[in-house]
C-alpha cells in the first residue's frame, strides 16, 4: 500500500525477496499535465509493469471495499506513503497486521513530512522505522529500526532516494525476522509531529540567521523550493551551503559575490536554482546572463 515513488523501492524489494505480493493498493490517478488526463501514481505504473493486481478506491470507509480488501487473505500489508487513513477493519484485516515504513526515527517527526522537517530542524541523523500500525498518527509500536547520517548539504530530494532505499532493506529485514522480533512501544518523551508543509514557508526572510535560511533552501529543495525575487521575478533556490562572514557592514540579502548572499548573521552560497519560467540550473550557469553586481538586494 503505497503511492509515490518513495513506495516503489520497497515494492520491488519486496517481489525481489520473493514474497507474494496478493495486491497493491495506491492513491488514484490525478489528472495532470496541460491535457489533464489522469495520471497514475508511480506505484501504480511499476505495480501494473510487474503484472501486480492494482486497486485504488478513493477510500476505505466503506464496507465494500473493507470486504475487497479482506478477502484478500494477506498475512500483512506493508504500508508506506499510503495517502489515505486505514480504518480499524482494514488495520485488523491481515493476519499479522500492518506494517509501516516510516521515514523517521520515531517518535520524532510523527506524521505527514519527516524528511522535509529533520533538514529544517538542523538534524544531524534520521533513519527508517518499521512500526505496526493502529489508529493514532504513527503512534504504533517498532519493530526494526536503521539510522543514517544527514549530509551537511544535503537536499530533501537526495535524502528522500536514500531513505526510500533504506526502507526497501529495512522492510525485508523485518519481514525476515518477523517471528523474532519484539515490538517497542515508543516512549513519550521526544515525541515530535511533522506538520505537512504549508507554501507560506518557502519565502526567504533573508533577516535571518544563515543556518536557518540555510536548512530552509535544502529542507524544502525541490518542492515547493524555497525562493526570493530578483527585480520583481521569482528565484527558485535548490542547493546551497554556509559560506563565510560577510563583509562588515553587508545588508540582508545583498550579494556579496556571485551567488553568496549575506543574511541577517552569515552567508550562503546558492549552488543551483530555477529562474521563473525556466528550467533548473548550476549557479555558474545562471551567472552568465544575470544581472547580480555587488551589492544588489534580493527579495524587494
Not at 552560497?269 to 547580480?292: H, N
Request: charged share 20%; aromatic share 4%.
Amino acid at each position: 500500500m503505497g503511492s509515490p515513488d518513495f513506495s516503489c523501492a520497497p515494492l520491488r524489494a519486496l517481489i525481489a525477496a520473493g514474497h507474494d505480493v496478493a495486491a497493491v493498493y495506491c492513491q488514484p490517478p490525478r489528472p495532470a499535465g496541460r491535457g489533464k488526463k489522469p495520471r497514475p501514481t508511480p506505484v501504480q505504473a511499476l505495480a501494473e509493469d510487474l503484472h501486480l493486481p492494482v486497486r485504488h478506491p478513493a477510500t476505505l470507509r466503506d464496507a465494500a471495499a473493507q470486504a475487497e480488501f479482506s478477502a484478500w487473505d494477506a498475512d500483512i500489508a506493508v504500508v508506506v506513503a499510503y495517502g489515505l487513513i486505514l480504518p480499524q477493519a482494514v488495520l485488523d484485516a491481515p493476519r499479522l497486521g500492518c506494517l509501516n515504513i516510516h521515514a523517521s526515527l520515531l517518535p520524532r517527526w510523527r506524521g505527514a513530512a519527516p524528511i522535509h522537517r529533520a533538514i529544517m530542524a538542523g538534524d544531524r541523523k534520521t533513519g527508517i522505522s518499521i512500526m505496526q500500525m493502529e489508529a493514532g498518527l504513527d503512534t504504533g509500536p517498532v519493530v526494526l529500526t536503521r539510522a543514517l547520517d544527514i549530509g551537511l548539504e544535503e537536499t530533501t530530494a537526495a535524502l528522500h532516494d536514500r531513505l526510500s532505499v533504506l526502507g526497501a532493506e529495512a522492510i525485508v529485514a523485518a519481514l525476515a525476522d518477523f517471528d523474532s522480533l519484539t515490538p517497542v512501544p515508543q516512549p513519550q518523551e521526544g515525541v515530535t509531529y511533522a506538520e505537512k508543509i504549508d507554501k507560506a514557508e518557502a519565502a526567504i526572510d533573508w533577516s535571518k540567521d544563515a543556518t536557518e535560511i540555510d536548512r530552509q533552501i535544502r529542507g524544502l529543495s525541490p518542492f515547493p523550493g524555497a525562493w526570493t525575487t530578483l527585480s520583481g521575478r521569482r528565484l527558485k533556490f535548490l542547493a546551497c551551503r554556509l559560506a563565510g562572514a560577510p563583509p562588515q557592514g553587508a545588508a540582508a540579502g545583498s550579494v556579496i559575490e556571485g551567488l553568496t548572499i549575506a543574511c541577517g548573521r552569515g552567508a550562503i552560497e546558492i549552488t543551483e536554482l530555477q529562474p521563473e519560467g525556466k528550467p533548473r540550473m548550476a549557479a555558474a550557469d545562471f551567472l552568465r546572463g544575470a544581472d547580480m553586481p555587488v551589492g544588489k538586494i534580493l527579495g524587494v
